[in-house]
């Protein structure tokens, strides 16, 4: 199973980005999906997450400007970043939590990808 992101780069404050991550290989279903980031000497932390029946669940700081979505037959997930700040610049990785061999469920990250906002 593989994670391919695309989508970061350099923004100024206010703008927007969309970050896409498409999953590939041989699995049965994908159970969820998030994006997480880490920031320069922070620690990883979730920013979005969407489960198989479309709940979604954010990060108090992103609220109200990200909106993440999932294209089941693509096997895709996005994240819609609007108003970014400053301090959403991370490296931004994709998860996908996915049902595999034997019904169990394995978690896959992506290579990450970079967001950076100016000011």
């Given at each position: 199973v593989q994670l391919v992101e695309s989508g970061g780069g350099l923004v100024q404050?206010?703008?927007?980005?969309r970050l896409s991550c498409?999953?590939?290989?041989?699995?049965?279903?994908i159970n969820a999906m998030g994006w997480y980031r880490q920031a320069p000497g922070k620690q990883r932390?979730?920013?979005?997450r969407i489960i198989r029946g479309?709940?979604?669940?954010?990060a108090d700081s992103v609220k109200g400007r990200f909106t993440i979505s999932r294209d089941n037959g693509k096997n895709t997930g996005y994240?819609?970043?609007?108003?970014?700040?400053?301090?959403?610049?991370?490296?931004?990785?994709?998860?996908?939590?996915?049902v595999g061999n034997f019904y169990r469920t394995y978690s896959y990250w992506?290579?990450?990808?970079?967001?950076?906002?100016s000011s």
């Open positions: 404050a206010g703008e927007s980005l498409a999953v590939s290989g041989n699995f049965f279903s932390e979730l920013v979005a479309g709940i979604t669940n954010y994240l819609e970043m609007n108003s970014l700040k400053p301090e959403d610049t991370a490296v931004y990785y994709c998860n996908a939590e996915i992506g290579q990450g990808t970079q967001v950076t906002v």
